[in-house]
């Protein structure tokens, strides 16, 4: 088995760097005296840098000790934290994640760090002049040894050296006496320890450790005031100490210095947080092959189930019954692994926010709900396009600006919900506004215009805010950066209904506009209700049948023409699948009617017998079947046969337009 290529490995962990560097910034926008978050930046920062070095970008390094300057001076209370350098430091770090993939440009760059220059010295111009005395020079004395195998995992202590050296005055004495002899001697092993005397009035406990940030979990620190001598007390019966012998990281813990107790509560924490997290990182591509193995499982199984329900052998049968029930525990651990909570996606949407404000001159609060609930990770990485249009749509024409929702007696900063939760089997993600609401009569003379529907044509409510789905539809007065092409909203429906889901709008006048997208919870496997019309098998996801009724023969030839059963004291149209499929072969006397149902639009399948449930491994239909609407997909059977998956929402819509045809005849 080949390892996997280091520089894509550093390319992971850099892209979790700089998402964690945005996250931190959005949040530093809404709490600039939040130290610790400008710590964890600027530590972000100073991780990305090393690890640039460590890997040989010698740009992304460059690049990133800007901004990580920047950060120390806000960390040091030398410059504030403004919403200008905020800004600046997310363009830089957008051009960090360009160097990473190697798709810079170096142009761009210089802009953004003359940007960055002109923001810090404007800041210092603004901040007050300090009043305090200079600090007066301390003294320092710094003990560490590093793990054995540090030189071998890219740790250099020269580097370490280096970087005490530009802190102040430095003295270093390097310690041998943990050097084996020399037929013991490993060279790739780090045997010494150092000694090193640092002064200066930029000398501080903070810079020290600042130093040693990479390595601080798994080697021997002491730091020491002079002239503390209750400190050197304690130090000198620590085995930090003594002379430095070889220790394993598991010891580092007990040979450091004592701390103070809100250090040593944070230590605590720390070390809990390692033990906890027995996590292991897995390509995604090996995760989508285990999973279309466990589809060919599921198949075998349905083959196996069915040749043991026709033979007397019990001992198959047995067999059956535990391989079935091995391989549903199997799926179902599979679809968990699969499953990541929406926060994931989310999270991104802030930064799409923060620029939003920015480029329309609005103010935009995003408030997100549900974040905890989970979804296939496939379904997650193709509804980011998706919600990006939606929210970059209710930005621009849900929302007013400060000075109109101000005549309408509205708060200034408008509001924007984006939520997330589970229904049955399906998730539904709600993008709300408390804006303007959508323009009807707006929405109708551009369709008009544009010819989607004849001037004058009765329409519902729904149906008409359904046009803004449209292909070329725009309201937009004029094109901007946002807007205006009509291309977004079409994307977001033809994405959506390849995922299998649906959409549903409302819309209150001046008040604002939600946008509902209803997602199974995943592509991969799903329960569906086996079928049979004429002599083909069909399946039904089981997610969208609300019942089962039987047609019986007077009720088929008294509905015909009409299409329409009553349930429950209403009407529900439904569709011939016989007529559908133009099937030739002659109806079963006992048909049966699937209601089916997507959001609260219900729907009637007439099929000729319902053969059972069934696990369904989906399969992706080939591209010249792509036009093909009434199916989502095919399914291999337990006898080596082929079902089609019956697409719901779309049956739905053709259900809800014979109904149309039934009551505009009528």
């Known amino acids: 088995m080949s390892l996997q290529d280091p520089a894509e490995i550093f390319r992971l962990e850099a892209r979790e760097l700089l998402e964690a560097i945005e996250q931190g910034l959005l949040d530093l926008a809404d709490r600039r005296d939040d130290r610790d978050l400008v710590d964890a930046v600027f530590r972000s920062l100073h991780t990305l840098k090393g690890s640039g070095a460590m890997f040989g970008m010698e740009a992304l390094a460059a690049f990133t000790h800007h901004c990580e300057t920047a950060f120390d001076r806000v960390r040091k209370g030398l410059a504030p934290a403004t919403p200008e350098l905020i800004t600046c430091v997310l363009d830089a770090r957008d051009h960090m994640r360009a160097l990473v993939e190697g798709t810079a440009d170096p142009a761009a760059g210089d802009a953004l760090l003359a940007e960055l ?164 990182r897995v390509p995604a591509e090996r995760l989508d092959e285990l999973m279309d193995r466990v589809g060919e499982l599921v198949i075998a199984q349905s083959r196996l189930k069915q040749i043991a329900t026709h033979s007397s052998d019990m001992a198959l049968r047995s067999v059956s019954e535990e391989v079935e029930r091995l391989a549903s525990e199997l799926r ?122 004849q001037p004058g044509a009765t329409l519902t409510d729904a149906d008409l805010l359904q046009l803004i789905f449209a292909p070329g539809f725009s309201t937009a007065a004029q094109v901007t950066n946002l807007s205006g092409r009509g291309v977004g909203m079409d994307v977001v429906k033809r994405t959506i209904e390849s995922l299998r889901g649906a959409i549903d709008i409302t819309s209150i006048p001046g008040q604002g506009s939600q946008v509902s997208l209803r997602i199974p919870l995943t592509l991969a496997i799903i329960d569906g209700l086996l079928v049979r019309v004429g002599n083909g098998r069909y399946v039904v996801p089981l997610a969208a049948v609300e019942e089962c009724v039987e047609l019986s023969h007077e009720q088929d030839v008294r509905s015909a023409g009409r299409s329409l059963i009553s349930l429950r004291d209403e009407f529900v149209p439904f569709l011939r699948l016989r007529e559908l499929f133009r099937t030739t072969t002659e109806p079963g006397t006992h048909q049966k009617v699937v209601v089916v149902s997507t959001g609260e639009a219900r729907v009637g399948l007439v099929v000729d017998q319902i053969i059972g449930d069934h696990q369904t491994v989906i399969k992706s239909l080939s591209k010249l079947h792509a036009d093909v609407e009434t199916f989502s997909g095919a399914t291999i059977l337990g006898d080596g046969g082929v079902a089609l998956i019956l697409d719901v929402p779309h049956l739905v819509e053709a259900g809800q337009r014979l109904e149309k045809q039934f009551r505009a005849a009528s």
């Open 117 to 280: 220059h002109r923001v810090l010295e404007a800041g210092d111009a603004a901040a007050p002049a300090p009043t305090a005395a200079p600090a007066a020079p301390k003294t320092w004395r710094v003990r560490f040894s590093l793990p054995l195998d540090a030189m071998a995992n890219g740790t250099n202590p020269l580097g370490l050296l280096a970087e005490l050296r530009d802190l102040g005055d430095c003295r270093v004495v390097a310690s041998t006496e943990a050097v084996p002899p020399i037929d013991e001697l490993n060279p790739t092993d780090c045997h010494l320890a150092w000694d090193v005397t640092l002064s200066g009035p930029k000398v501080s406990r903070s810079a020290i450790e600042d130093v040693f940030l990479f390595v601080m979990d798994d080697m021997v620190l002491a730091i020491e005031e002079e002239g503390d001598d209750e400190a050197s007390a304690e130090a000198a019966h620590t085995p930090a100490a003594e002379p430095a012998a070889p220790v394993e990281p598991t010891a580092a813990a007990s040979a450091a210095p004592p701390q103070s107790a809100p250090a040593a509560a944070d230590a605590r924490k720390a070390d809990d947080a390692k033990k906890s997290d027995s996590t292991l």
């Open 332 to 453: 179902d651990t599979m679809m968990v692994v699969r499953m990541v909570p929406i926060s994931t996606l989310f999270g991104r949407f802030r930064r799409l926010v923060h620029d939003l404000q920015r480029d329309t001159g609005k103010t935009i609060e995003l408030t997100t709900e549900g974040e905890t609930t989970e979804l296939d990770k496939t379904i997650i990485e193709r509804l980011a396009d998706p919600l990006i249009h939606v929210i970059r749509n209710a930005a621009d024409h849900g929302l007013e600006t400060p000075e109109q929702r101000a005549a309408a007696g509205k708060p200034a900063a408008g509001k924007l919900v984006l939520a997330a939760r589970h229904s049955g089997a399906e998730v539904v993600i709600t993008v709300s506004d408390d804006g303007r609401g959508i323009d009807r009569d707006r929405v109708r003379a551009k369709a008009e215009q544009n010819g989607l529907i």
